[in-house]
């Protein structure tokens, strides 16, 4: 004679007949990762690329815009910080990534976009 509870959990272990195995039912979770990865993951990863190699290639005297839509023109770089002249003989240090793109082009980092 078994447990009360033992019978229970051995019909847990053992699949019924006509269902279908552990391998067939993780092929929908796998198809939904993958569909997560190549629209939200990699587009964001390309982006993300796109805005450090922009920030690296800022040099002085590039007239750009800040991130609070301030147009000026880089006088000194830091690795994290830029010091910026919005007019004539006023100089303010931003952040390196406040800078979101080149004065009179569309923006390479987007809004909300570290």
Known sequence: MQAPGLSGLVAMGTPPAGAPSFWVQLVPFALVLGIFYFIIIL????RQQKVEQF?????????????GGIFCTITRLDDQAVQVEIA???RIRVARTAITGYQGQDPVASEGQS
């Open 88 to 90: 004539e003989r006023i």
């Open 55 to 67: 920030h690296s290639s800022l040099k002085v005297g590039d007239k750009v815009v800040t991130s």
């Open 43 to 46: 587009p964001m990863r390309r």
